[in-house]
């Protein structure tokens, strides 16, 4: 029986087996026998009288998971004992961090309660984005759950994608992104061996100038302006033409030869045919004609000679094509290269060279002193490396016919004609 309860069914005049009483004796069961008032001696917890310091008894009833415990107590959350239907648990103490909480509820995630030694961590709520997952796990960069502070969370590690450290990507930040950045040094200096904004190697040529590495760097592949193909600063003797600036650079400090030490042009000018000569060695002389060996050119003297090369010497030599070196050449004024010979075997001897000249027959020279055998070009074969022809007609440049001791009548060799003053 319950403290203030009656026992169901009975009337004042019935007698009830489980009556209130106060424990004097002076209430019972009617038997007359002095006692807690159910006429029995030794009273006692569970024999269905509710007596001094019990708040209830329901005899037999009484029980762990029932309203009335084996104490004769009334069931309450932390007294030990699980409440069928009311409690979920119930360990007899107030501590929240173990498997039964506050409310006799048992403990989970998300109740806010950190459950010790299961959970890292619990914020009392399902929000994922808070710090707190629901797994009452703390957030954490690469667990693929956006947290505050997170830009992205692709629940990786790996920093060369598009979320490094749950930012997003960008130049700058540190990490090489594949496919998008060539390096990534974690500034936006471009002055070092990473340029901004594109993360790219720096290098010679991109407009930046790299410290400590190049000297000057304008972004362009012009090898003749203030800043070589190097990025260096250009100056005489690099071996670089600077345009508007020097004549002529050799690249040496001789200061005898055709380019002086400040890089000032004389002009290489010297007697008789000479062979194997680099195009680089003739300073102060203007390419101002080419044509190959297998090609015929109209107009001689009005375009070629009028027109293009007007110097007032002369240079005419032949090499292979794509080549920097002629196999032969010669130079001179303009008249003795050009003097009248008229169509048989008279030369005009200048400048150790013996000129021929017609343009209805042939042009060309041999080696001084040597003689020639044209027909219409010279067939001579004394000193045959030193001689060169080609052939003409009609004031035309036509196709033949010698270079040294080559013939070509192909377009694998070609005819030169430089000018200078």
């Known amino acids: 029986m319950l403290a203030g309860a009656t026992s169901v069914g009975c009337t004042p005049e019935e007698s009830s087996p489980f009556t209130m009483t106060k424990g004097d004796g002076t209430e019972g069961d009617g038997d007359g026998d002095p006692g807690d008032g159910d006429g029995d001696a030794n009273p006692n917890c569970g024999d269905g009288v509710v007596q001094v310091g019990e708040e209830c008894d329901l005899g037999s009833q009484n029980g762990e998971s029932s309203q009335c415990t084996p104490t004769c107590h009334i069931a309450a959350c932390g007294d030990g004992y699980v409440y069928q239907g009311f409690e979920e648990c119930d360990d007899g103490n107030a501590t929240n961090a173990d498997d039964c909480v506050t409310g006799c509820k048992l403990a989970t995630c998300g109740d806010g309660f950190l459950h010790a030694g299961v959970e890292a961590c619990d914020d009392g709520n399902l929000d994922n984005a808070d710090g707190c997952t629901t797994m009452c796990l703390p957030g954490t960069c690469s667990d693929g759950i956006l947290q505050e502070g997170e830009q992205c969370d692709d629940g990786n590690v790996d920093t060369s994608d598009d979320c490094p450290a749950c930012q997003f990507a960008f130049c700058g930040d540190g990490y090489v992104q594949n496919g998008v950045e060539a390096c990534d040094d974690g500034n936006l200096d471009s002055n070092d061996g990473c340029t901004s904004p594109l993360c790219e190697h720096a290098q010679c040529g991109d407009g930046i100038l790299y410290e400590g590495v190049e000297e000057c760097d304008d972004g362009n592949d012009v090898n003749g302006d203030a800043c070589t193909l190097a990025c260096t600063v250009a100056f005489c003797g690099d071996g670089v033409k600077q345009a508007g600036v020097e004549e002529c650079d050799d690249g040496n400090d001789v200061d005898d030869d055709y380019c002086t030490n400040d890089c000032t042009s004389l002009l290489y000018f010297v007697e008789g045919p000479q062979t194997n000569v680099d195009e680089a060695d003739l300073g102060g002389w203007e390419e101002c004609w080419t044509g190959f060996y297998g090609t015929t050119y109209p107009n001689l003297t009005g375009t070629i000679l009028g027109q293009q090369c007007t110097g007032s010497k002369l240079l005419v030599g032949c090499r292979p094509v794509n080549s920097t070196v002629f196999t032969l050449l010669a130079m001179g ?15 005009h001897d200048a400048n150790g060279v013996s000129w021929y000249y017609n343009g209805s027959w042939s042009m060309g020279f041999a080696d001084l002193g040597t003689g020639v055998q ?3 070009c ?14 003409t007609g009609n004031n035309q440049i036509t196709t033949g016919y010698r270079c040294g001791s080559q013939f070509p009548f192909n377009n694998q060799w070609e005819r030169v004609i430089m000018h200078a003053d």
Do not use: A, I, Y
């Open 333 to 347: 004024d303009r008249e003795d290269v050009l003097f009248e010979t008229g169509q048989g075997n008279v030369t």
């Open 374 to 376: 044209r027909n219409s």
């Open 378 to 391: 010279d067939t001579g074969n004394v000193s045959p490396t030193l001689r060169m022809c080609w052939h």
